[in-house]
């Protein structure tokens, strides 16, 4: 052979490597992409696959809550109506420890309590005042006046009035704040314009749209009842400390109910029932709370056990010993799904309907 034919001998097996390479090269390639598509698609199915399964998790979790209201109401007209108790108080089954079931063979759990929304202080009954039944002021009894609260009808002339719901909101929250931050009695009218439907402030603590849009995010008042406690966080004055401070004692109605159920409040709550009365302190109050009678108390064992006091001036219509509204908390959790709600029920003649529902925390 030749020089000449070994060398084209030679190009030509250089040419078939380089070929045989940029095929070997173009396949990896096409091996890498499909590879990598490969990946992506079953990445979006195991995706697809649990958001699916947190659907159906989450609508069987609000299955449960929904069902856990049912219970709620029947258990309590159950309860009500074969134990013929006389009034609401906290030795009753519905007040002890939240009630746990497992759910889709201990794939999730259903949790429940509820609680009695007159063993708090109703933010919306700060706009409130007592008023008398027919027959008039000879009606009223020591410690008690008959009746109840309605709307405080604003004008012109009373508008820098202090009302009774202020002040009585006013003494709640002094002792619970630090001192330095806002004042108690500038935080109660605040809370007040923010919920009445007028749009001058009360006073020089007053706050109405005039202050809210001159803020850097501005909004307006609500100038309604507040439909939840965490609306103070938007009120002027407060922040997250003094919310933090009061929020065991207070709550929101969607009516002008402001009663304080001497029956169902804590003895670490006492506050709640000190602020209605006079010429009695507070260790006397919780003394008493602890001491409850296992049927709860009526009006004269109550203030026979305090031994002197009185409802004060501004706590007349408020302090009751008995309860018309309750509020079911129910947490649904389903492997990876959970609901939560907040069902206000009401009352009547042992039977009991659902009148608002809080969805989430």
Known sequence: ????????????????????????????????????????????????????????????????MYGAEEFAKSLLQNYFEESEQERVHRNQPWAQSPMMFPIEQNMGQLQGSIKDMHSCFNLNSIIMESVAQAGGPNDEREGEQLGGLQVVEESTGDRNKVLPGQKLFTKLIEPLIESGESSPQALATAVRDWIDDDLEPSGIDG?????????????????????????????????????????????????????????????????????????????????????????????????ETLGSGKVSQDGRGRLVFDSQYMQLTATAMVQTGNAKVQSLLMKSDNEFQVVARHIGD
């Open 207 to 303: 706050a109405e749209d005039y202050t809210y849009t001159g803020y850097t995010k501005p909004y307006r008042t609500g100038n309604t009842f507040m439909a939840h406690t965490s609306e103070l966080m938007v009120v002027k004055g407060f922040d997250a400390n003094i919310y933090d401070s009061i929020k065991d004692y207070i709550c929101v109605l969607p009516t002008e109910q402001g009663t304080i159920n001497v029956n169902t409040v804590k003895p670490e709550h006492a506050e709640l029932v000190w602020i209605l009365l006079e010429d009695v302190d507070l260790a006397t109050v919780r003394q008493a709370l602890e001491q409850l009678p296992e049927d709860g108390y009526d009006e004269a064992t109550f203030f």
């Open 1 to 64: 052979m030749n020089k000449r034919s070994s060398t084209t001998v030679s190009k030509q097996i250089c040419k078939a490597n380089r070929q045989d390479g940029i095929a070997l090269i173009t396949v990896l390639v096409i091996f890498s992409v499909l590879s990598i598509m490969s990946i992506h698609i079953l990445s979006n199915q195991n995706m697809n696959n649990r958001r699916t399964a947190n659907i159906i998790n989450s609508s069987k979790a609000y299955q449960y």
